[in-house]
């Protein structure tokens, strides 16, 4: 006695029918469109910590209450899994700010000054929120910051309020955009009303 196909199948046609009703739904399946993964801030995470290190260009312009023109500034930025954080400035004049661990290190004006991130809360809170994020560093980031994440992979922000007193006394809030796994731009909203807006742009290896 040959097996009865499932109700579900056509019955008309015999083993034929069946075969063109399975290939039928298994063509509708292959065509409808895969069910995105869920783009949150883990998501944003794990793939900038994929990137383990990276370099950047990038143009800085400061909002100064006390002056009537903003002030620009350009250089570059690199850094490098798990806390490395470079941030030279080429113009107007050359000066840089390397921070390794919990150690930085100045350099202006052919001075070079060293402290320690532990004796400056209000200045650790800024380099973790900036050096945390690039290095997809998700402990880090919200041991300094309470996170707000919105956007969509194309085109997503990352808000950052320090959660120290002492931090927030100094800088408000930290606006971070980016697409994918790069960061577009960096705006510090300090405390004093004071504002900067950096835009960031990689710097591909050849």
């Known amino acids: 006695m040959?097996?009865?196909l499932p109700s579900c199948f056509p019955r008309r046609g015999g083993r034929r029918g069946a075969l063109v009703f399975i290939a039928a739904v298994a063509f509708g399946a292959a065509l409808a469109p895969a069910r995105a993964a869920?783009?949150?801030l883990q998501a944003l995470m794990h793939?900038?910590?994929a990137r383990k290190a990276g370099r950047a260009r990038f143009v800085e312009t400061k909002t100064l209450a006390m002056l009537y023109a903003p002030i620009e500034s350009s250089g570059t930025l690199?850094?490098?899994a798990p806390d490395f954080l470079e941030?030279?400035?080429l113009k107007p004049k050359p000066q840089s700010v390397v921070v390794r661990g919990g150690q930085v290190t100045v350099d202006v004006d052919g001075t070079s000054r060293q402290f320690s991130l532990a004796e400056h809360p209000e200045v650790a809170a800024?380099?973790?929120g900036i050096r945390a994020t690039l290095n997809g560093d998700i402990a880090g980031l919200q041991r300094a910051y309470t996170t707000r994440f919105s956007g969509q992979r194309r085109l997503w922000t990352l808000k950052l309020?320090?959660?120290?007193?002492?931090?927030r006394a100094r800088v408000s809030e930290i606006d971070i955009s980016g697409s994918g796994a790069a960061v577009r731009s960096i705006v510090i909203e300090q405390a004093d009303g004071d504002r900067s807006l950096m835009t960031v742009h990689?710097?591909?290896a050849p």
Not at 161 to 167: F, T
């Open 2 to 4: 040959p097996a009865r």
């Open 38 to 40: 869920p783009w949150d």
């Open 161 to 167: 309020v320090p959660r120290l007193d002492a931090a």
């Open 47 to 49: 793939e900038l910590a």
């Open 87 to 89: 941030i030279r400035t």
């Open 126 to 128: 800024l380099v973790e």
């Open 78 to 80: 690199r850094f490098a």
């Open 202 to 204: 990689e710097i591909h």
